[in-house]
T-cell receptor, first 114, second 115 residues
Framework: DQQVKQNSPSLSVQEGRISILNCDYTNSMFDYFLWYKKYPAEGPTFLIS?????DKNEDGRFTVFLNKSAKHLSLHIVPSQPGDSAVYFC?????????????FGTGTRLTVIP | GAVVSQHPSWVICKSGTSVKIECRSLDFQATTMFWYRQFPKQSLMLMAT?????????EQGVEKDKFLINHASLTLSTLTVTSAHPEDSSFYIC???????????FGPGTRLTVL
């Protein structure tokens, strides 16, 4: 039962342009969402998060948008840089779904072309 | 963020053997560690929560007698896959709680291949 879905396994973007990574979820009990970035041979590293009481959180080049009614969130990276090339995972968690149980999507591989 | 290491990074073993995977928190003490598993083209799934000095708690559908977890110190948790079979071939990754709510620091993972 995949409660968090990333339907695009890969995305290619030109350097300097915007990268938009999408994520959908099914469980309305989730109240916190996170994006992780993973380089080869390394573990996922935390990138940015958003609480369900907000619809936008911005940190430098990274912005996460949350649309609760659509159960959809997206990560915007602008401007995209070659060093952003990695696999991006979205994750969801909630007190009522297990505060330590991060539900992950399958990831989207972003390639930023110089 | 915290540094979490895993050993080995990859292992190949014969069916029926047991494999131990270590997860170390290098720069802080972790009373709790998490073990995840990722099958090809699937997402990371939480297997169990390792608690220092007490029994691990397992997620539904995970066999505790097959996946033995020991959290003997504040910096080390081990996952032993007992009597491994080819269907246990997967990517195993551990994590520790992070600095902010819900955040976790992940190790680099261990690729297990059972022949």
């Amino acid at each position: 039962d995949q409660q968090v879905k990333q339907n695009s396994p890969s995305l290619s973007v030109q350097e300097g342009r915007i990268s938009i990574l999408n994520c959908d979820y099914t469980n309305s009990m989730f109240d916190y969402f996170l994006w992780y970035k993973k380089y080869p041979a390394e573990g996922p590293t935390f990138l940015i998060s958003i609480s369900s009481i907000k619809d936008k959180n911005e940190d430098g080049r990274f912005t996460v948008f949350l649309n609760k009614s659509a159960k959809h969130l997206s990560l915007h990276i602008v401007p995209s840089q070659p060093g952003d090339s990695a696999v991006y995972f979205c994750a969801a968690v909630g007190d009522q779904t297990g505060a330590n149980n991060l539900f992950f999507g399958t990831g989207t591989r972003l390639t930023v072309i110089p | 963020g915290a540094v979490v290491s895993q050993h080995p990074s990859w292992v190949i073993c014969k069916s029926g053997t047991s494999v131990k995977i270590e997860c170390r928190s290098l720069d802080f003490q972790a009373t709790t560690m998490f073990w995840y598993r990722q099958f090809p083209k699937q997402s990371l799934m939480l297997m169990a929560t390792s608690n220092e000095g007490s029994k691990a708690t397992y997620e539904q559908g995970v066999e505790k007698d097959k996946f033995l977890i020991n959290h003997a110190s504040l910096t080390l948790s081990t996952l032993t896959v007992t009597s491994a079979h080819p269907e246990d071939s997967s990517f195993y990754i551990c994590s520790t709680p992070g600095l902010v709510i819900y955040e976790q620091f992940f190790g680099p993972g261990t690729r297990l291949t059972v022949l």
